[in-house]
Every structure is written in structure tokens, then in C-alpha cells.
């Protein structure tokens, strides 16, 4: 049973454009939200993470908007660029668990 | 080392040969998790350590997937018996406190394929 589902499964966007990313959970216990961004090759790097007690996190071009009663939360990137073309997972962890539970991926594709 | 190195990098074993994946965590890192990413999915979690301790295996998909981390600080996932199945990247993550509700710090991974 997916803890945390994603969704779209892949998106294409303009440079400049702002590619819109969800995902939501069941489980009230999770505690801690990241979001990773993952190149061809290499391991997920952690690109910002949010707790339940806010609604709203930014860093640079990258918000998290968080929903506690939705049970959902989603990734937005501002003036998208080529480089930010890469799979990014959402994740969700609970504080008494070992490990995160991550959704199953976003191909962002950002066209110059 | 500046992040979580491991080694090798790409393996390819035949059907039933055993393998071993080495990790090497950020030094002074307590906790170490184990992931299995299948090809187009995000990681599956397999194990983790906090120090020299498994404190929960319990993703590790049968009895032929070990991993130890004797002294503290490398680990090494072993897969006895290997499956077409097992064939996955396999990611090792470390933090710097225990617990996952902090930022974790993944290698390359190690792309297993059995053939």
C-alpha cells in the first residue's frame, strides 16, 4: 500500500513556467515532509522540507504548501529552468518511525 | 569524505552469485538507512542503524538480504542467492541524529543487475 502518492507522474513545462507537483497521505503520525530532487545517476538530494505546524515553506525558487487538513501538500517552482529538469519525490516521515516513506516520482521536464 | 560514498558503483551478478554493497556514511553520522529503488519508483526502505545497532529490518525482503555496520560507520548490505528480482539501485543514506525527522544525505547508489 503506497503511504504517500504523487502525482502527475510526469510534467513538461515552459522555461519561466511553474510546474505544480502533489502529493497526499493517510497516516496523521507523519511529522516531517521532504522533497527530493534526483538527477539520472545520482542519489536524492534533499531540496526543502516542511512540518505540519506551518502552511507555507520557501526557499529561493522552491515552495511547499502544506495542507494538514487535506492531508496534502504540494511542490511549486517559480520561473522553472532547464536545469531544474530532474525526478523529484515527496517523502513523509514520522518522528517514533526509522524511515521515510516516499512517493513514486515526477519527471519535470522544463523546455528552454 | 564529503557525502555518503558507495562502492561499487555498478554490479552485475549472475543468477544465484552473492554480492556485497559498501557504504560509507558522512563521518560522525549516527543513523544509516538502506533504500531500494526500482527502476521509474521512488526507494523502498530496506533497513536502519542507528551506530552499530539494526534497530528495524523490517524491509529487507527475505531472509537472503543482511546488512551490518560492525563498528559504527561503513555498513555493507549483502544478497545472498541473488534474483532477477533484486536487480534495483540500491541507495544508503546517513543524518547526523537519530531518527528520520531530519535531513538525510543519500549516496549514488549501486545498480544491481542480475542476470
Known amino acids: 500500500q503506497q503511504q504517500v502518492k504523487q502525482s502527475p507522474q510526469s510534467l513538461i513545462v515552459q522555461k519561466g513556467g511553474i510546474p505544480i507537483i502533489n502529493c497526499a497521505y493517510e497516516?496523521?503520525?507523519?511529522?516531517?515532509f521532504p522533497w527530493y530532487q534526483q538527477f539520472p545517476g545520482k542519489g536524492p538530494a534533499l531540496l526543502i522540507a516542511i512540518r505540519p505546524d506551518v502552511s507555507e515553506k520557501k526557499e529561493g525558487r522552491f515552495t511547499i504548501s502544506f495542507n494538514k487538513s487535506a492531508k496534502q501538500f504540494s511542490l511549486h517552482i517559480m520561473d522553472s529552468q532547464p536545469g531544474d529538469s530532474a525526478t523529484y519525490f515527496c517523502?513523509?516521515?514520522?518522528?517514533?518511525?526509522?524511515?521515510?516513506?516516499f512517493g513514486t516520482g515526477t519527471s519535470l521536464t522544463v523546455i528552454p | 569524505g564529503a557525502g555518503v560514498s558507495q562502492s561499487p558503483r555498478y554490479k552485475v551478478a549472475k543468477r544465484g552469485q552473492d554480492v556485497a554493497l559498501r557504504c560509507d556514511p558522512i563521518?560522525?553520522?549516527?543513523?544509516l538507512f538502506w533504500y531500494q529503488q526500482a527502476l521509474g519508483q521512488g526507494p523502498e526502505f530496506l533497513t536502519y542503524?542507528?551506530?552499530?545497532?539494526?534497530?528495524?529490518k523490517s524491509g529487507l525482503p527475505s531472509d537472503r538480504f543482511f546488512a551490518e555496520r560492525p563498528e559504527g560507520s561503513v555498513s555493507t548490505l549483502k544478497i545472498q542467492r541473488t534474483q532477477q528480482e533484486d536487480s534495483a539501485v540500491y541507495l544508503c543514506a546517513s543524518s547526523l541524529d537519530t531518527g528520520v525527522s531530519v535531513e538525510a544525505f543519500f549516496g549514488q547508489g549501486t545498480r544491481l543487475t542480475v542476470v
Open positions: 542503524f542507528q551506530n552499530e545497532a539494526q534497530l528495524d
Open positions: 563521518s560522525g553520522h549516527v543513523s
Open positions: 497516516n496523521t503520525a507523519f511529522d516531517y
Open positions: 517523502a513523509a516521515s514520522k518522528a517514533t518511525g526509522n524511515q521515510f516513506y
